[in-house]
């Protein structure tokens, strides 16, 4: 099997594409390396391109003739998307519907797509099921429910299957710290926590304390990247075998306060980091936590990392390998 990995060389995309070729898949990475690195690519083939670069991808699907594309190239900064929306919806919604074309034209009827838990905006019911309303509050999460419609109804009317995985909080790296978040702008709560005791930044600034949880923080279900990427292994085998369109929800069921986050890292690397209490951030639900029953019982997912600590002692691990690297 051949298999398209877009965004491929970035933080999530290089640990499916681990996953992937310890089970020996055929792997071509498409990324245009504007958050990704080559060296991130541990199995499978690197081609540099622009999912706007219709041409080139075009060659590429003629080239490779793949037999699935697992979507990852997204920008992923909720705040970002608020102050930047076209970018988010120029990148990840325009350029997935160049790819979803491609796709059709090239006759590749099986997409994995990298959804977010940011689709249900403030969910009304936490832990949240994949059929609650989608209200997405930032554009981030907006940019991903318009191609979420956008493979329903394209599947709709051809052979196109997709399953589409709505992410909650990825963090965690490769235990044997080949790979990590390597993005040094990552704003992503346990990767600043981590820098901010390497020194790297000055101080973690807690968005809110006046959230309507026990300790006023917002709170997230936080999944390690390889429990995340067996579910996409799960994925593909499911849509080889050639069954129905599906959504999973991927987290633990469970979630942790910004402040419970602060002091698991304290913990865990025995550095007291200085820590700053400021405003909310725009675009933050308060609570956002899987009910992740769905893909337990239909693909028989079963994490195996579903412990904080081990998040954040592999990112940590991987934060002081990375601090002495030049990348
Ligand atoms: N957060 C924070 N300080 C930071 C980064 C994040 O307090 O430097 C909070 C953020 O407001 C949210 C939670 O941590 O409540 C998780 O944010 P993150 O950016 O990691 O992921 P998101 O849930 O936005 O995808």
């Known amino acids: 099997m051949k298999i398209l990995v877009t965004g491929g060389a970035g933080y999530i995309g290089s640990h499916i594409v681990k996953a992937m070729g310890e089970k020996e898949y055929d792997i071509v990475v498409y990324?245009?390396?504007?958050?990704?690195?080559?060296?991130a690519v541990l199995y499978g083939?690197?081609?540099?391109?622009?999912?706007?670069?219709?041409?080139?991808?075009?060659?590429?699907?003629?080239?490779?003739?793949?037999?699935?594309?697992?979507?990852?190239?997204?920008?992923?900064?909720?705040?970002?998307?608020?102050?930047?929306?076209?970018?988010?919806?120029?990148?990840?919604?325009?350029n997935a519907l160049n790819l979803i074309d491609m796709c059709v034209k090239h006759n590749v009827n099986k997409i994995i797509f990298s959804s977010t838990a940011a689709v249900y905006g403030i969910p009304e019911k936490v832990p949240v099921r994949e059929n609650a309303p989608l209200f997405p509050i930032n554009p981030y999460g907006a940019s991903k429910v318009m191609v979420e419609q956008?493979?329903?109804?394209?599947?709709?009317?051809?052979?196109?299957?997709?399953?589409?995985?709505?992410?909650?909080?990825?963090?965690?790296?490769?235990?044997?710290?080949?790979?990590?978040?390597?993005?040094?702008?990552?704003?992503?709560?346990?990767?600043?926590?981590?820098?901010?005791?390497?020194?790297?930044?000055?101080?973690?600034?807690?968005?809110?304390?006046?959230?309507?949880?026990?300790?006023?923080?917002?709170?997230?279900?936080?999944?390690?990247?390889?429990?995340?990427?067996?579910?996409?292994?799960?994925?593909?085998?499911?849509l080889i075998s050639g069954d129905k369109s599906k959504i999973y929800?991927?987290?633990?069921?469970?979630?942790?306060?910004?402040k419970e986050v602060v002091e698991r890292v304290k913990d865990v690397t025995g550095i007291n980091f200085p820590v700053r209490h400021v405003g909310r951030r725009p675009g933050d639900p308060p609570v956002l936590v899987a009910d992740s029953s769905k893909i337990r019982n239909e693909l028989g997912w079963i994490p195996k990392y579903d412990n904080l600590d081990y998040i954040i002692k592999t990112a940590w691990d991987w934060e002081k390998k990375m601090s002495q690297l030049t990348l």
């Open 249 to 258: 929800n991927c987290g633990y069921g469970h979630g942790y306060s910004v």
């Open 150 to 238: 956008a493979l329903k109804d394209i599947s709709l009317v051809s052979n196109l299957r997709y399953i589409s995985l709505r992410y909650f909080n990825v963090a965690g790296a490769d235990p044997l710290s080949r790979i990590g978040q390597a993005r040094k702008d990552a704003t992503h709560l346990i990767t600043v926590c981590l820098r901010t005791a390497l020194g790297t930044r000055k101080c973690l600034d807690v968005f809110g304390t006046d959230y309507s949880t026990a300790d006023g923080t917002c709170i997230r279900d936080y999944i390690h990247v390889d429990d995340l990427s067996d579910a996409h292994i799960l994925c593909l085998e499911y």
């Open 45 to 94: 083939q690197l081609v540099k391109g622009d999912l706007s670069d219709r041409e080139y991808l075009d060659l590429t699907f003629a080239k490779e003739k793949f037999d699935a594309v697992i979507h990852m190239a997204a920008f992923v900064v909720v705040d970002e998307s608020i102050m930047e929306p076209l970018k988010y919806y120029k990148n990840n919604f325009v």
């Open 31 to 39: 990324d245009n390396l504007s958050y990704g690195y080559e060296w």
